[in-house]
């Protein structure tokens, strides 16, 4: 405030001495301010530029991880309805085709027990003769 009446007050005595406008002097005296508000707004302007980058960072930065997290909602939503579809599936299945679907899983079951029982007796029957040597070898040379 005082800057400001004595700036007006020199601009007021040099411009009746000079002949030059008041608005000119008064300019003339106020550059420095002028360029020293011109510095502290381009400063100002430059950190909201700098603010500004920054949160469009972090807003990339957090579209990506939602992105992501709706694409693997999508993914489970997708698993959840193939489920659902198996499961109405099923549900409408009259009777005789539970009991078709029953005995033909039951009969690729059976039918790989019989195969596997069959591996089981011939596995069996190797190791039984293999005791058997076993025990006359110990029995005829260590006792």
Known sequence: MIVDVLIELFSGIISSLTGFSDSFI??????????????????????????????????????????????????????????????????????KEVEAVTKLFGGVLKEDEKKSSKKSWWWNLFFCLLGILGGYLVSKYLL
């Open 26 to 95: 008064e300019l003339f005296f106020r550059k420095k301010q002028i360029l020293k508000d011109e510095k502290k707004s381009k400063e100002a302007l430059s950190k909201k530029l700098e603010k500004l980058t920054s949160n469009l960072h972090e807003t990339s930065m957090l579209m990506a991880e939602i992105e992501s997290e709706f694409q693997q909602q999508k993914e489970l939503a997708e698993k959840w309805s193939k489920e659902a579809q198996t499961s109405q599936i099923i549900a409408s299945l009259s009777e």
